[in-house]
């Protein structure tokens, strides 16, 4: 029998549609559903390899681990990652086919349906329930004619569709009845309730509002989930900008209260600084690292006035357009005083490519440009070539004889003195390394020997385990949604015993 399926749509991007559906995710898992999450499109470039050697994105495997299940390239069979303003690399069912602008997509969207339909089918002949999740808003009425990832494939899965609307930005009931307003009548009728998220004070507050919602739409609300500070799960898209700042150090969390250990109190604490590329992708690479109470991390957007225990150069799309920007800005400069200052300089990814002698592209792979001097820091050489290296690995830190699993995604190779980098492994030059392997900060084991690496050089005692909480962060995430929206009222919902979509 084909899974049940609901969905979770958003009044706009970043109101959380992607930690609502990992959270109705361990819901059903602990309420003892085999549930799967899908998305038919998604624009991000933060990505995951599955065990099938696709490339999927990063909110999906999140919302796989919320269900207890592998990730799979079926819960995302279209992944579009921009490498221009104007362009992306689209990614069918895990393998990249061709980077195309806008218009041309759209040209191709009655082609990649049949993926949507094709990925939608498996799952929903693999499991009990399937949480769908949107992108960005059904209402964008420029895009309705292309949209695939929506309404369509609500359709398609014929799934009652919840509204999710964050009240923190603030016009949450106009985004709603707006919402409503712009869809046509036959897409409105999906949906079922709404739910407001990321709410700051008194509940009471809101009931007038609620009220009005449920007289002007006759859609009931289904619950308000408060925003919590605490809340572990990864970020997808972007983070926001109390997040990042231009200068200066930022608390690892923002807006926690941490009772720290007096020895890692102001400038004893390890500061990580982290360039935010304009290409960034896969920040979710340091998602533990800032979780660390020790750990001071910094998405920098302009040079700080100190140097930090250790500078990162994360991944990117675009690494030779990423390359010219730090060089354009000074924090190429900057880096290299990093080295000499004794700072640990670390690239990963495109960002392990920039540290090296010189970037070849000369398919045009990636650029326009077909060669270009890297920052030097490193004796390595890199090659873009069309094929894409998208791999699951199980390594082994030489210095700490630490085994951990990892991921690859980037295309071309690096030779250093003449010498493939194969599986992602390590190169190291004094206080500079660089590695292929993204997730390699996941490794509780790893992180505190990495941690516990700097913490010595500082002369302050070593840790075993600092992450701020060890409960599941998905069992947390299902307890605050169990606490805060009305289950019964999901289930009918979900079994199509209420509203426009009730079973006759």
Known sequence: MPAKTIMIQGTGSHVG??????????????????VAPFKAQNMSNNSYVTCEGGEIGRAQAVQAEASGIEPSVHMNPILLKPSSDLGAQVVVHGKPVKTMQAREYQFHTSTFIKQVRESLNYLMNQYEVVVIEGAGSPAEINLQDYDIVNMRTAEMADAPVILVGDIDRGGVFAAFIGTLELLPPHWRERIQAFLINKFRGDISLLQDGIDYLMDRTQIPTLGVIPYDSELRIMEEDGLS????????????????????????????????????????????????????????????????????????????????????????????????????????????????????????D????????????????????????????????????????????????????????????????????????????????????????????????????????NILSQEDPYDHLADLFRSNIDLNLFYKILNKEVGSLKHA
């Open 17 to 34: 549609k992607s930690v609502i559906t990992a959270g109705l995710c361990r819901i059903l898992r602990q309420d003892g559903f085999r």
């Open 241 to 360: 900008d109390e997040r990042i700042r231009n200068n200066g150090v930022i608390p690892a969390k923002a807006g926690i209260q941490r009772s720290l250990d007096p020895r890692v109190r102001g400038d004893d604490r390890l500061r990580i600084d982290v360039i935010w590329l304009p290409r960034i992708s896969n920040f979710t690479d340091f998602h533990y690292l800032d979780q660390e109470k020790d750990v001071s991390l910094t998405y920098l957007r302009e040079i700080p006035s100190r140097f930090p225990d250790v500078c990162v150069v994360p991944g990117t799309k675009s690494t030779i357009a990423d390359l010219e920007f730090l060089r354009r800005s000074g924090f190429g400069r900057w880096i290299q005083e990093c080295v000499k200052h004794g700072t640990l300089v670390i690239g990963i990814c495109g960002g392990f490519q920039m540290l090296g002698k010189r970037i070849f």
């Open 362 to 465: 000369p398919e045009g792979t990636e650029s326009n440009c077909s060669e270009a001097e890297g920052l030097g820091l490193m004796p390595s050489v890199t090659v873009f070539e069309a094929e894409k290296a998208t791999k699951r690995i199980r390594a082994k830190h030489l210095e700490s004889g630490i085994e951990l699993s990892a991921y690859e995604i980037h295309m071309g190779k690096t030779t250093v003195d003449e010498s493939v980098i194969h599986d992602g492994i390590f190169y190291r030059k004094g206080n500079v390394w660089g590695t292929y392997l993204h997730g390699i900060f996941d490794s509780e084991a790893f992180r505190n020997y990495f941690l516990n690496e700097l913490l010595k050089k500082k002369s302050l005692d070593p840790i075993t385990s």
